[in-house]
């Protein structure tokens, strides 16, 4: 097996052909060949140290829905996860028209709209399971005469 030698790995040669010799006009005297142009990585290492790095920058983190620094918060939003608190229904309200609002202009607050959207559908489900069992509780004590509708 014939072994072929191998170039030094620090070099770098110009990506160019040397020109031609041209042959001179009469009286002129022929111009010499432009030699090959060699670099040595030893001598750019120093320079392009930073962009000669064994690993890529670490990726941007994603952002996942996050508003803009500065990015004002929908009104309604705020006032939607307060009042749920007090009246479900309010709450409700309050939150849907924050959702439509900040679908339409961009702004910050979703996450409050939508919290407040869930909370008042929770509380909402779960009032209306209190008053089934207490017209069931109700309905079972006035039939077995322990209250008196008269």
Do not use: C
Request: hydrophobic share 50%.
């Amino acid at each position: 097996m014939v072994r072929r030698p191998q170039r030094p790995a620090t070099r770098i040669r110009h990506a160019h052909p040397p020109r031609p010799v041209v042959a001179p006009a009469s009286g002129v005297s022929a111009a010499a060949p432009v030699p090959n142009v060699t670099i040595r990585l030893e001598s750019l290492a120093g320079r392009y140290s930073a962009f000669m790095t064994s690993t890529p920058p670490p990726a941007p983190v994603p952002s996942y829905d996050q508003p803009a620094a500065g990015a004002k918060t929908n009104v309604f939003a705020i006032v939607s996860i307060i009042t749920v608190w007090f009246g479900a229904i309010f709450g409700l309200i309050f939150g849907y028209v924050a959702l439509s609002q900040i679908k339409r202009t961009g702004e910050g607050g979703r996450g409050l709209a939508l919290a407040s959207v869930i909370i008042a559908w929770i509380a909402i489900g779960l009032g209306i399971i209190a008053t089934v069992i207490a017209f069931i509780v109700i309905g079972i004590a006035a039939s077995n005469g322990q209250i008196s509708t008269n």
